[in-house]
């Protein structure tokens, strides 16, 4: 049987993947047989099940909504990234992942069942039609947003490039009313931001990886080069905390920047003739500049492809807390025009020293809790792959999540602070406290205080988001 199907990478919270391939499988024709009589006789089980669902229940049932529960049952008893994607979850994981469409250019979330823009991206339709940080968005072509769902909202602001769309707009607290034409164009999500700090290093922070991230990254290092004195740049920060994941190809992308031999990362699915393992190509865009990784709770799948490849290639010094622990991969399948695509694991992945950081994590070089408001304690861990129902398991020795607050305020960033420290080298890094037993609590050795924080539930943004 030949499968050709695009495989994937993503976290817990939402994340998607990368890599087209084709696998061959063969299988005793006898053996299949039977394994497919006993199928079928168990399908016949389900037909009549759902026949007297269809017959029987208190409320006429609707059909696909019966359909897809039962699959994604099916899936969700596997492990908790396995999934059915109707036809619209499709269509909104191929956005995510190109990171771009036709819209707007507006950051927007809900409070209070109001659509609130966060803010207006840079030279997009919205930016260039005055929409500002704080606007409330009442009606979108006369049609009120009450009672709209966040996704709801945000699908009616998208649309095809060369469109227009009217937003109802209040601003202010006099709460003026205007109308707003705008013309939707294509918007690309920036997956990718970077600055330099302190004069002389170079911070790249990757929020998700896209088809843009391994592009934004080169841009942002070649930048960085020309616009810093080789003789006074420091090195790079890579910012990789709170990232869900992403792509598999962009993570390895990623990584050849910074590295110019050696493995990447290696992928084994449950036959050994699907192994497939990932070289760097000679090469280090970065020349060798010193380099530090920030990860925590919150940085997933992908990002601990990064992580996990610097550290055994002792390319980068890893800092933060324990990473989120998600070491498989999904493929995803295309099940044909209108009927959607299956989310299935098909593989783990290991970093080039061959570890499984399934139900584990990332362990950093060096861990930096940082302060948390106190609004905020005992709500800043995640509780990582480890503790969610039906995860693979991965021997005796399983490890939880962690802290995956970071400030909003960067002069409160211990970690940043942390980073560019050693970077100047104010403080080294034999100052530091190597990390614990990875089963125990994770302690601040940054030299700042400190104390973990106690287990808590998994963190989610208190308001969610969407771009449109």
Same mark, same amino acid.
């Given at each position: ?308 490849? /610097?550290? +055994?290639?002792?390319? !980068?010094?890893? %800092?933060? @807390? ?5 070491? &498989?991969?999904?493929? *995803?399948?295309? /099940?044909? +025009?209108?009927?959607? !695509?299956?989310? %299935?694991? @098909? ?5 080039? &020293?061959?570890?499984? *950081? ?10 930096? %809790? ?99």
């Amino acid at each position: 049987m030949r499968k050709i199907s695009l495989v994937l990478i993503g976290a817990a919270m939402g994340a998607a993947t990368v890599l087209v391939g084709a696998q061959t499988r063969y299988f005793s024709t006898a053996s299949a047989q039977a394994a497919a009589s006993d199928t079928y006789r168990s399908l016949n089980l389900f037909g009549d099940v759902l026949e007297k669902i269809r017959s029987d229940y208190v409320e006429k049932p609707d059909d696909q909504q019966l359909i897809e529960a039962a699959i994604n049952g099916m899936l969700s008893s596997l492990d908790p990234h396995s999934s059915y994607m109707d036809a619209k979850s499709f269509s909104d994981m191929q956005v995510q992942t190109r990171g771009e469409f036709g819209g707007l250019g507006i950051e927007v979330t809900q409070e209070d069942g109001t659509i609130k823009v966060v803010t207006p991206i840079d030279d997009t339709p919205a930016s260039r039609a005055g929409i500002l940080s704080g606007d409330i968005i009442s009606a979108i072509d006369g049609e009120a947003v009450s009672g709209m769902t966040l996704n709801q909202a945000v699908d009616k602001m998208r649309g095809a490039p060369d469109t227009v769309v009217t937003l109802k707009i209040i601003r202010g607290p006099k709460k003026d009313v205007k109308d707003i034409k705008l013309t939707r164009a294509v918007i690309t999500i920036k997956s990718v931001r970077e600055h330099v700090e302190g004069n002389d290093i170079g911070y790249i922070r990757i929020t998700q990886f896209n088809e843009q991230t391994a592009d934004g990254v080169r841009a942002a290092i070649l930048k960085f080069q020309s616009d810093i004195p080789d003789n006074k740049f420091k090195g790079y920060i890579l910012d990789l905390r709170n990232n869900p994941g992403g792509l598999l190809d962009q993570s390895i992308a990623v990584v050849n920047d910074f590295v110019d031999h050696g493995e990447i990362v290696s992928t084994r699915g449950r036959n050994a003739d699907e192994t497939m393992r990932y070289n760097a190509r000679p090469g280090d865009l970065s020349k060798g500049k010193p380099m530090i990784v920030l990860i925590n709770g919150g940085s997933a799948s992908a990002s601990e492809i990064v992580a996990g490849a /610097l550290q +055994d290639h002792k390319r !980068a010094t890893i %800092l933060g @807390t324990r990473s989120f622990g998600k070491g &498989s991969v999904q493929t *995803i399948i295309p /099940l044909g +025009d209108g009927n959607g !695509a299956l989310r %299935l694991t @098909t593989a783990r992945y290991y970093t080039p &020293s061959g570890r499984s *950081i399934q139900a584990k994590g990332i362990d950093p070089d060096i861990i930096v %809790l940082e302060d948390i408001p106190p609004e905020l304690k005992g709500k800043d861990e995640t509780e990582g792959e480890a503790s969610l129902k039906g995860h693979l398991k991965n021997g005796k020795d399983e490890y939880h999540g962690s802290q995956a607050y970071v400030p909003p305020d960067a002069t409160k960033d211990k970690q940043l602070i942390a980073a560019v420290s050693l970077l100047h080298g104010v403080t080294r890094a034999e100052n530091y406290v190597t990390p614990p037993n990875a089963d125990g609590p994770q302690t601040d050795n940054s030299g700042g205080g400190g104390s973990p924080p106690s287990p808590a539930p998994n963190k989610q943004d208190p308001a969610p988001k969407g771009q449109n």
